[in-house]
């Protein structure tokens, strides 16, 4: 069983688990790993985001598999990030002693070394003296796969059907034959090193001594700071924003250039509910919005390499029924993600069912297509003008939204009830071709205009005639419904509507009224508004970074600057957001949240452009 001591701990039905908003963040753009306050890295796939995993204690206290490190005397933790780094330190604060672990996953280019995926752990005794403890408790394919261990000198190897680990160390290793342990005390200024790789016949174990371990966190320190400094923003959020950066782009698949929208699975919206995805894959909108908040800050090579994969996959030349997009990909340009259960996990909190893939990829969901026609109209703008053959998928795309986007679909929340007509699916149909129609008008690109315009002009029409309440006085969810929902914050920040036309502000207060909570902001009433699914949830994160936008633009500064630093409040210790916050804080959701860190970067950038 994994036992987790220190802050944050909580108990359901004898399994013990670490609050998800406990944990910090490594990766080497190809998986990653969460860490936490206690030491143990509780969830971990290798070798790609989407694999299965190798600890997954997060889910199943018991049948996950951990990677325990840490002090061996009761010991209060402090977590950090080293400056302007993804490189983690864990401190622990004992009777006799300060010790830390500095956790990092080295980001190298070089194919053979980049397929060890190698995690390195080092560990310091700052002052006085620590006594350690260490448990390598690998679970393979989920916790299904039986292993083997050898034991060899400084090293062990474990061997499953599908994937083998070498764990490398300077003290003394011994094993039970399942897992591997180590018990060892360091004296002020001593530190010994914990390297997990994957190997197999390319890749042999490696030795990682002091002073390699040394050399890879100078590299992985100086390749953080580097990629950061190309950042453009100087503004009063700079660790925020740069923090939710970093978050982005250690969610970035390197080989194919794919944006995952959070790194686990199934960590509830709802402790002990059923509303648990699986969110490491690439969503159409997660990822288009991701490179809007990457060129505002003027990353524009992420921009450059999310655009590759969305030519060199044929993303939008797709032919399926639903249309030429589906919602999401696999980070290999993937179409076919199925959706699964893992019984035998119980889930975070005994939160069950744990799902591996998405059924969501059969859904219609019109929005996705102005999300990612937006991200192509800002990357032609601000990155590299679009090739011709680009030009042509796009065209193509928006002939197809000119015949389809007047029908029902699922919505933006994914919901399963079944499809409606969601204003805020024809509000992105109209981002669409207006951004289309912008881009042929000003590079003088071939384009059906007069089709295009009659097309965005009748969905304008439709929106303000039957996606406006009279009786509410605001733009609501559905057309000729009367259900507030908080996709429609997007409405001015896509520029359909003047952020101070007297409409929206009527509609920005029925959902202040309606939707929002101490700036937190749901994104609907499921009892007034059935999704299919049983259960409630928190208030969701993005929704609320966009009523800080919707605020700003609508000149209500004071507002705008308090709901923003309230959020500030929410997250964790380290500044990293789930999808969701409860009623009384706690993170819910998958963590952390591309979504979500996203729309903070943009809240701050308006924000603090509009405040001078």
Known sequence: ???????????????????????????????????????????????????????????????????????????????????????????????????????????????????????????????????????????????TEAHTVELGDGHAVFRSPSLSLALTAIVPIETDGVDVSSHFKLLEGESTVFALDRVNADVSPRACPSWEAERQFEATVRFWRHWLSRSQYHGRWREMVHRSALVLKLLTYAPTGAIVAAPTTSLPEQIGGERNWDYRYVWVRDAAFCIYAMLRLGFTSEAEAFMGFISEHGIMRGTKETGPLQIMYGIDGRCDLPEYELPHFEGYFGSSPVRVGNAATGQLQLDIYGALIDSVYLYDKWGQPISSDHWDEVGAVVDWLCDHWDQPDDGVWETRAGRRNFVYSRLMCWVALERAIRMANRRGLPADLPRWQQSRDTIYRQIMARGWSAERGAFVQGLDDNVLDASLLMMPMAKFISPTDPKWLSTLDVLTSDLVSDSLVYRYDPA???????????????????????????????????????????????????????????????????FTHLSLISAAFNLDRALG
């Open 1 to 143: 069983m994994a036992l987790y001591g220190g802050g944050g701990l909580e108990q359901l039905g004898g399994s013990r688990y670490l609050s998800v908003s406990e944990h910090g963040l490594i990766g080497d753009l190809r998986t990653a790993a969460l860490v936490a306050t206690d030491g143990t890295i509780d969830w971990y796939c290798c070798p790609r985001f989407d694999a299965p995993s190798v600890f997954a204690s997060l889910l199943d206290a018991d049948r996950g598999g951990s990677f325990e490190l840490s002090a061996d005397v009761p010991a209060r933790t402090r977590q950090f990030y080293f400056p302007d780094t993804n490189v983690l330190i864990t401190r622990f604060f004992a009777a006799d002693g300060v010790g830390e672990i500095q956790d990092f996953m080295p980001v190298v280019d070089e194919s053979r070394e980049a397929d060890r995926h190698r995690l390195i752990r080092r560990v310091v005794c700052v002052r006085g003296v620590v006594p350690f403890r260490a448990k390598v408790a690998p679970r393979f394919g989920y916790g």
């Open 528 to 594: 007034a508004s059935p999704d299919g699914l049983r259960g409630s949830e928190g208030t969701f994160s993005i929704c609320s970074f966009w009523y800080v936008e919707a605020l700003t633009r609508a000149g209500r500064l004071e507002e705008a600057r308090l709901a923003f630093e309230k959020m500030l409040t929410y997250g964790n210790h380290l500044g990293l957001y789930a999808e969701e916050i409860g009623r009384s804080g706690e993170q819910l959701g998958n963590f952390p949240q591309a």
